[in-house]
């Protein structure tokens, strides 16, 4: 790594030159460097806002699932029927599904040797257990923290090699030529007041982006506060978007952000609103069910059936999830009750669904409060919330419809690389699901495309970047557009507040470009995203240079609210229909049920869309999109010799 500084009209910026930049604190993030280095490409970095922040480290479910090869028992499987699988979720790019299911088990190994504690039996089998979308005993947990434990490894094998870490630095501009990156320009969050330390830069051949999911987007979000993504830049420097429509929503508590899946559901506890100072209690759902037992039991079923999908709206437990979401739009609070059964009577478990009822009978609890049998069946999560400041025995717990997952994102190739040369996209920010994928196979992604990105770097593109000099003046730029837009908003005294701003705007996204969508709504929603973008200079303003992070985020999240919800245009004009975690309204379409305002009369989508990839570029204010069939599942000639003998010549890396 070489530094140097650069002389701007706006400052003194320092720059650090080096092969590859690694963006990001989480497990795809430390793995991709841990790759890197070990595989003698040691002219490396890493840069992070906050070492501790993000959503591999801060989140977590009721059992956080890794999606791998079968290592255990007599069950047949191979990478193949594997890859068959993650090809199965629809829009999925063949030649993804092959790695992830092949690296799957090297990846896995290679965590479970840096001390992940994933269990094994006695004989030393790793055991596992069948999640959604999955026809095999693949997934595996070492329970709700799953990701986290998996990011301290990481980290800790990080530490040991000593590779350089830059914290605090929040990149606000990938520097490209809209085909190629040589660099970032990131903001110094702990010298934002210091105009000669505010900025710097890092130039580069090779950027690692693993920098999540485009959290900052919704306000009713299961991300960790602290986990807000970047990936509107990415749009802006020439990184085409892919399945951007394709989201993963489902409940989850407020405060804190976590997932009420698994045993939270399946203690049936007690759905109430309020109003929003606290008056006004009332149990919504026995308003629409008049079954007793049908309620319980399609509650029961949201622990397994936790994200919302559209094909289990009718007759199935996202009706739920519908319901949440109506309350909370009639401003209303929602909360699970623990302390009280539904209805405050004791539970009629004859009355529920055969697999409810089996699965309660054989953990023996059919008895008490939903609180007395969450301590019985799975003490830890009662725990968790305690150690949060919830005790669930003694308050409710306030939950909403929240977005979860983005398993579209940043289009890549087989080893992770985007359109833009020398940027390569690694966990969630990438784009290697499609509309359904087996839970935890986001995990397995994270480490499969970390890896595949660093064995492309270390093989093809080593070197250093480009001479200096051409560099700068391209750097000069970048500089010059970033201290003009801070330089406003600090003048701008009567400007909006940032903060506002992007409250306002994350309300917006929740509400018109989540789980449900409608034309109206996208279209109301870009006019006011497109507003606040070409006004963004005259409109905001900061108090102190401490906001610069939220400016240039809030500009982040803008732009990829725009780009986002011109891709739901899109696929709503391109005659997409309801799949996955989105309910599109169609008036040509049925509603469920009658008493359900018109708003959720739909179309399920027949499938027919599945072989299908919607792309997005955009370039000065404007979204192109491009469709494309999947990328099939290659079927190349795997005859060992001639695998070997190119292996022996460049390790099939290319």
């Not at 094998?157 to 990156?181: W, Y």
């Not at 309660?360 to 059919?366: G, I, M, R, S, V």
């Amino acid at each position: 790594m070489k530094t140097s500084l650069m002389q701007t009209p706006q400052g003194t910026v320092r720059v650090y030159s080096m092969n590859t930049v690694i963006v990001g604190t989480g497990a795809a993030g430390y793995n991709a460097a841990d790759r890197l280095w070990s595989l003698g490409q040691q002219d490396i970095a890493i840069v992070t806002e906050h070492i501790r922040a993000g959503t591999s480290r801060n989140t977590g479910s009721d059992k956080q699932t890794y999606y791998k090869l079968t290592l255990s028992g007599g069950e047949p499987d191979s990478v193949r029927e594997m890859a068959e699988t993650l090809f199965s979720g629809q829009c999925v790019d063949g030649d993804l599904a092959l790695c992830e299911a092949a690296l799957s088990a090297q990846g896995f190994l290679r965590l479970a040797e840096l001390g992940v504690p994933f269990p094994r039996s006695r004989y030393g089998e790793y055991v596992g257990y069948k999640t959604d979308h999955d026809p095999r005993r693949r997934a595996t947990s070492v329970g709700p923290y799953t990701s986290k434990i998996m990011t301290e490894c990481l980290e800790k094998a990080v530490m040991a090699k000593k590779i350089p870490m830059f914290d605090h630095m929040q990149v606000i501009q990938i520097l490209s030529n809209g085909t190629k990156a040589y660099g970032l320009l990131c903001l110094d969050t702990s010298s934002p007041e210091d105009l000669d330390q505010r900025f710097v830069v890092f130039h580069c051949k090779n950027i690692i982006y693993a920098t999540g999911g485009p959290a900052g987007m919704y306000a009713n979000s299961v991300y960790p506060f602290g986990h807000y993504g970047a990936t509107g830049i990415a749009f802006e420097a020439g990184v085409r978007g892919k399945n951007l429509t394709e989201w993963q929503y489902g409940l989850a508590s407020v405060k804190p952000r976590w997932n009420v899946s698994g045993t939270y559901m399946q203690v049936m506890p007690r759905f109430i609103s309020k109003e929003k100072d606290g008056s006004g209690e009332r149990e919504f759902l026995c308003d629409f069910f008049h079954d007793k037992g049908e309620m319980l039991t399609k509650i029961f079923l949201k622990g397994y059936q936790w994200p919302f999908d559209v094909r289990k709206v009718d007759n199935g437990s996202s009706i739920i999830d519908i319901l949440v979401y109506l309350e909370s739009c009639k401003g209303r609070r929602v909360f699970l009750d623990f302390c009280s059964n539904p209805g405050k009577e004791e539970v009629p478990f004859k009355a529920l669904g055969e697999e409810a009822l089996d699965y309660l009978e054989k953990a023996d609890a059919c008895f008490g409060t939903p609180y007395q049998r969450l301590l019985h069946m799975n003490t830890p999560a009662v725990e968790f919330y305690r150690g949060k400041g919830v005790d669930l025995s003694q308050e409710p717990l306030e939950i909403a419809l929240c977005a979860q997952h983005n398993n579209g994102g940043l289009t890549i190739d087989a080893w992770w690389q985007t359109n833009l040369e020398g940027f390569f996209a690694v966990g969630e920010v990438s784009a290697s699901h499609g509309v359904y994928r087996p839970g935890g196979s986001a995990l397995n992604a994270g480490q499969v495309g970390s890896a595949r990105a660093a064995e492309y770097v270390a093989a093809c593109r080593a070197g250093e970047p480009e001479e200096e000099p051409r560099f700068f003046d391209r750097a000069q730029s970048g500089v010059r557009i970033a201290a003009e837009l801070a330089a406003a908003a600090e003048r701008n005294v009567a400007g909006t507040a940032v903060q506002k701003l992007w409250d306002a705007a994350a309300e917006r996204m929740s509400q018109f470009g989540s789980a449900i969508r409608s034309r109206d709504g996208i279209l109301t929603a870009l006019r006011e995203v497109q507003t606040e973008l070409t006004t963004f200079s005259d409109l905001v303003g900061v108090a102190a240079p401490t906001e610069l992070s939220r400016l240039f985020r809030l500009r982040d999240v803008l732009i990829c609210q725009y780009v986002y919800l011109c891709a739901m245009k899109d696929y709503m004009e391109q005659g997409g229909k309801s799949r996955g975690s989105a309910l599109y309204t169609d008036p040509k379409g049925e509603k469920p049920y009658s008493v359900l305002p018109d708003a959720f009369t739909f179309c399920l989508d027949d499938g027919s869309r599945g072989s299908l990839i919607q792309e997005v570029s955009y370039q000065n204010g404007d979204c192109t999109f491009l469709w494309r069939p999947v990328r099939p599942i290659p079927d190349d000639d795997d005859f060992f010799e001639n695998v070997w003998r190119s292996y022996r010549e460049n390790k099939n890396i290319y």
